[in-house]
């Protein structure tokens, strides 16, 4: 997904350094001794008040919400400055919406969750009582990406919030002017103890990484991610890691074309392909490669030539990212792959990089080797349909899978043959925008998943309570064995 984050000190709201925004690509560091400061004192509050009311948390929730609701044009004025142009319509659905949503279903959720929960008593220990407490892990450590800086900030903050946790969050340093906005809206609206948003560039995010945290949620490049879970091992931080890989997009024979080339045109170029779980590539047969990639490039034609293609095309984050997209077309197009890009693509000024298909691919391009993260999108002609999930398998698990067919065995065949984070059939990306089911990655996409009652259950720890009576059958087992004992293990054998 992204590259490291780092880390500043998010200070309280008269810190004249929380309210000034940055000059453009930096982002004010935080020092190693701000950073300690602002955990000790979360801390502190949570040996106060260790588990906060449910009441408490609606309210941080509430605030939140307002956070995006009243900040709307901000929040979309900082993020287009920051990407040199992102659309304000992808910035409604995928930041504000997407979080107000989220927020939205904690807040009606949190008391059930928070519920205890009664467990069945073992029968060899009846009747004893065994039920299980949700209880705070303490304070949460959040490193969000630049991709979506304030989804992927608030909405991994908000399970945390719900969960009754404190949360300390540290913004990637290529959204400067977000990250600056998300610390002074943060400081207005929260008390420091209870959230605080802390900047800066790498150094910082290393520092962040090692604090002793009660959990640590990143989300971020798989590279990064390894570096990010080893620094939280010094001192057994639990993490979770939200990764990203190259997510396939399997193209049946029995799929309806048109309606796949729409779905797949929109997942993979949102936010300019700038999403984890985008599309990475096509795996088709032959014939059905060939008739889907003209459906494609006319969608996208339709969708950005023309006078709107700027407003509604975003750029890509940075000239380093830019220039790592063209080499990886180049490779492609060096090596022999066809390169197709739309006619009247008026978006080109800037850092947008054009809508771009390559056909003719083969494993050993860059753009098959790497994840892509950005608007190309290769489509890989393969012999026999029977082979895709093979094709899938041998290469590192990816953070989705999406698969397009009307014959739901097949579908299903191929599910069953794969692995992935999630799964969208005839469709992409919205297994993710699920506030009710689980979202992760497995093995280098992702460990730990979060959203709704899953992500409740990542903040808190699960606290066994086991309630023994006062006649009890467990005393027969007390030394000195004999017997009796001998024989009452004999018994709970046959019965376990």
């Known amino acids: ?68 609701l009243l900040h709307e044009d901000e929040i979309a004025q900082s993020i287009a400055a920051d990407f040199g142009g992102r659309s304000r319509h992808e910035t409604a659905l995928a930041e504000i919406f997407a979080t107000v949503s989220a927020v939205r279903h904690n807040h009606r959720h949190a008391k059930r969750w928070a519920t205890k929960d009664r467990a069945i008593t073992a029968l060899h220990l009846l009747p004893g009582r065994t039920r299980i407490i949700r209880r705070p892990l303490g304070v ?32 990637s340093e290529l959204t400067p002017r977000t990250a600056a906005l998300l610390r002074r809206l943060v400081a207005d609206h929260f008390d420091p ?19 002793p945290f009660d959990h640590l949620f990143f989300t971020g490049s798989t590279e990064v991610g390894r570096r990010v879970a080893a620094a939280a091992a010094e001192t057994l931080t639990p993490v979770t890691l939200e990764l990203g890989g190259k997510s396939p997009a399997v193209v049946l024979g029995d799929a309806d074309l048109s309606l796949t080339a729409r779905r797949l045109a929109f997942g993979k ?46 750029c890509i984050i940075s000239q380093r990212h830019f220039d790592r997209l063209r080499a990886l ?21 800037g850092r947008r990089f054009p809508p771009t298909l390559l056909t003719g691919v083969t494993p050993e391009m860059r753009v098959m080797q790497e994840e892509i993260f950005g608007p190309v999108l290769p489509i890989v002609a393969l012999g026999e349909e029977d082979r895709f999930a093979a094709f899938i398998g041998e290469r ?17 065949r191929l599910i069953a ?28 996409s992702g460990m730990g998943a979060y959203h709704g009652e899953r992500g409740f259950l990542t903040f808190s720890h ?16 007390h030394p000195p064995y004999g017997r009796t004992f001998s024989r009452i293990v004999s018994v709970l054998k046959r019965f376990a």
């Open 329 to 349: 077309v180049e490779d492609a197009v060096a090596r022999g792959a066809q390169r197709h890009q739309p006619v009247g693509f008026s978006g080109a000024q």
């Open 462 to 477: 699960q606290r066994a309570v086991f309630e023994q009576s006062r006649m009890a059958g467990t005393d027969l087992l």
């Open 417 to 444: 043959g794969t692995q992935s984070g999630g799964v969208t059939v005839n469709d992409t990306l919205w297994h993710m925008a699920q506030d009710d089911v689980p979202f992760g990655g497995v093995g280098e």
């Open 140 to 171: 949460v450590g959040v490193v969000s990406p630049w991709n979506y800086p304030v989804h992927l900030a608030l909405v991994p903050a908000a399970g945390a919030l719900a969960a009754g946790n404190r949360v300390l969050l540290k913004p």
């Open 1 to 68: 997904m992204v590259s490291l984050h780092k880390v500043e000190h998010g200070g309280a709201a008269n810190d004249s350094a929380a309210s000034e925004e940055p000059p453009a690509g930096t982002c004010a560091e935080t020092p190693p001794a701000a950073l300690n400061a602002a955990l000790g004192a979360m801390r502190a509050a949570v040996r106060t008040r260790p588990i906060p009311d449910i009441e408490t948390r609606r309210t941080w929730l509430r605030a939140l919400e307002r956070i995006l």
């Open 269 to 314: 170029f949102l936010n300019a392909g700038q999403t984890c779980v985008a599309p990475d590539y096509v795996l088709a047969a032959p014939e059905t490669a060939s008739r889907l990639a003209p459906l494609i490039l006319r969608t996208v034609e339709e969708r950005f030539g023309g006078d709107h293609g700027a407003d509604d095309y975003s």
């Open 193 to 211: 103890d209870v959230f605080r948003v802390v900047t800066g560039g790498a150094e910082t995010g290393r520092a962040f990484s090692r604090l």
């Open 396 to 412: 590192a698990h990816p953070l989705a899978l999406y698969v397009f067919g009307k014959d739901k065995r097949a579908v299903d």
